[in-house]
């Protein structure tokens, strides 16, 4: 059994607000979870699955892409993991009586939040042209039209494939073969506008586009800066991180212009006495302005170059190069420029330069409050300086930790899901399949809405996600969408996009992470990878919300022998059938996936292994320690795509 969902008026579904939380977690949180979870599950499906979640025989929890460590809890998942878990799980359906009681337009009156309450999509859904309401299709003609409309097109590039990143490797992989093969890089996703940043500003200095830290660095280090970032919120599992490397001794410094609740209490639900009491999390709290971050970190590498014996003198020669060029435009940073940039008086600043410096092995985490400004890139090269200058790069409890937000939007990246791949990966993938890929880019998500708004793009096809809503300038966003003639979803629930189409729209709904999905060769599982880099398998184990529901491997590969048709060697059948057989190839294409069914055989955590014998299984990608630089805009190695 389960509660009706909202009731669609305005008043009573209205968000309510409250007095600010000076503590996060705790016992309300578990309760809480707990009643949204039955509230949508009910009791059966919610045992069944928050047993499983991020556990090393289940599947990965949806909620967002902190890792796991090695030794798991019972409850290894969080409020808003239960309450994403729930949202997927829940026993509420979309069937085709509710897109007949709801046309289009009424659709979208509607508040996201109530969209989403209205519990799982069981059938294609098709919106004829001219046509008020969704109506029910059949899977093969669903696949007909869409490979009717790319077919028609005057260039594949004129196709638009959007990823949102909770889509799994296996289906990733396949979504770029199947464009690519088609004829386009046209591969917008979420990264775009989450951690874009974060990945150019770490392929400029790093060389690699991706964090260099693992959880035990968490655990190790003696100081951690939290940069705009809400873990309290988006990432809660990451409070007990922080709690456990407190607990061994590391001090941390937030930087935020709002005094998060996780940040200044902490109560660990998974100990009886921190449920309790909790623990402050903050030694220092850095208030800083908006956008303030960037002349901060500048002035504390000034600071850092100015005090003696400060700097890691060996690390900076052998490791990193253009340090001149970077000092001369550190030493310009100026005290009242910084105060007035920052908001923070010189005590506070200088009581940080004192952490830094007492520290040995340093962390900087960090998300959208430092990722989303114009100025993104240059303010995440100075954190990242800042660590160069101090050696606390490649060093066991040191590094760079930009935490993701999609469960699996880093695995896609790496699995090719980027508008911009490197000739490295397109030879690769050329070779495997005996295709040719295009060479040129593709068009990002901004550009793809410019695409559709001046015609130069038709078809808008959607692994996931909530394009419309998601994405900057909504109407302009939702004016280019109606030009489409197009417009595709493959979803498990309902949302906005749904309900501005094109001239012609489908929904294709989807098994969600904690479904069980069987195959003609047997039960499958998919893999995912963290914000630390590591990939593990994924099974879902719950009875799908309806048995016309498609994974998304299976949609992909459908499609693509619909749009290619006998033309195309790849085996697309094969694929579908068993998901062992997308990983071999994955294996061949992908750097550091050798032997991938065989590491993700073992339970637990395959992957990166940075520091070789720590990690297990192959290492993913060569050591972060030799390719530090000191740079203030350099090109990287192009070798990592990076995650945005
Ligand atoms: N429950 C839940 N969890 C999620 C998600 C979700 O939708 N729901 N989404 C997932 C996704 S996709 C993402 S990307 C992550 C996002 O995770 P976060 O980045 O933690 O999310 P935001 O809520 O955007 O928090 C931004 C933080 O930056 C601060 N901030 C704003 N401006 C500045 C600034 O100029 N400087 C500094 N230093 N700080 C600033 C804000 O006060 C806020 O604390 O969460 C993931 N987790
Ligand atoms: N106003 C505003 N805009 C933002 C942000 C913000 O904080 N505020 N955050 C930005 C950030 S950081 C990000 S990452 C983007 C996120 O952008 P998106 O990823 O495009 O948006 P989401 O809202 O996460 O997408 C949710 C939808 O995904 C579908 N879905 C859920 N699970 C699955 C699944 O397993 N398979 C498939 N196929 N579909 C599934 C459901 O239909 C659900 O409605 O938004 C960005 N835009
Ligand atoms: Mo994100």
Known sequence: ??????????????????????????????????????????????????????????????????????????????????????????????????????????????????????????????????????????????????????RALDSPDEALFYTSGRTSNEAAFLLQLFAREFGTNNLPDCSNMCHESSGSALTETIGIGKGSVTLEDLHRADLIIVAGQNP????????????????????????????EAGLERFKNPQTPLGMVRGTALNDLFLQIRIGGDQALFRLLNKMILQTEGAVDETFVREHTHGFEEFAAAAREADWAETLTATG????????????????????????????????????????????????SIGRPGAGVCPVRGHSNVQGDRTMGIFERPSPAFLDALDK?????????????????????????????????????????????????????????????????????????????????????????????????????????????????????????PAIVARLARAVLGPGSATPWEEFEKDYATIRDRISRVVPGFEDFNARVARPGRSGSGRRGSRGRGVPRRPSTRSRGRCTRRRRGRGRGRPPG
């Open 432 to 552: 495997e399949f005996g295709i040719t890929s295009p060479r040129h880019h593709g068009y990002d998500v901004v550009r793809s809405i410019r695409a559709l708004r001046d015609g130069d793009a038709k078809v808008f096809i959607a692994m996931g996600g909530n394009f419309v809503a998601a994405t900057p300038d909504t109407d302009v966003t939702e004016a280019a969408m109606r030009r489409a003639r197009l417009t595709v979803h493959v979803s498990t629930k309902v949302n906005r996009s749904h309900a501005v189409t094109g001239t012609r729209a489908l929904i294709l709904p989807t098994l969600g992470r904690t479904d069980k999905d069987v195959q003609a060769s047997g039960k499958q599982f998919v893999t995912v990878e963290d914000s630390m880099s590591m990939v593990h398998a994924s099974r879902g184990n719950l009875t799908p919300a309806s048995p016309h529901l498609l994974s998304e």
């Open 344 to 391: 923070l008086d010189r005590e506070t600043i200088e009581k940080a330069l004192a952490m830094v410096l007492a520290s040995k092995r340093t962390i900087v985490c960090w998300a959208m409050g430092l990722t989303q400004h114009k100025h993104s890139v240059p303010t995440i090269r100075e954190v990242v300086n800042l660590l160069l200058l101090r050696g």
């Open 1 to 150: 059994m389960a509660t009706k969902p909202p009731t669609g008026d305005p008043v009573q579904d209205a968000p309510r607000v409250g007095e600010a939380q000076h503590a996060a977690a705790g016992l309300p949180a578990v309760a809480h979870s707990l009643l949204v979870a039955r509230q949508q599950m009910g009791v059966v499906r919610t045992a069944q699955t928050l047993l499983k979640v991020n556990q090393k025989n289940g599947f990965d929890c949806p909620g967002c892409a902190w890792p796991e460590g090695d030794e798991r809890h019972t409850a290894e998942f969080c409020e808003n993991g239960a309450k994403a878990v729930a949202e997927e799980a829940t026993l509420r359906r979309v069937t085709p009586d509710f897109f007949a009681a709801h046309p289009v337009a009424d659709l979208a009156t509607r508040s996201g939040y109530w969209l989403g309450q209205q519990g799982r999509i069981t059938q294609p859904m098709y919106l004829p042209e001219g046509a008020e309401r969704y109506e029910a299709i059949d899977w093969e003609r669903a696949f007909d039209i869409i490979a009717e409309e790319l």
């Open 232 to 259: 309290g919120t988006n990432h809660p599992r990451m409070l007990s991180a922080l709690e456990k490397a407190k607990k061994a001794g590391a001090k941390i410094i937030s930087v935020n212009p709002l005094p």
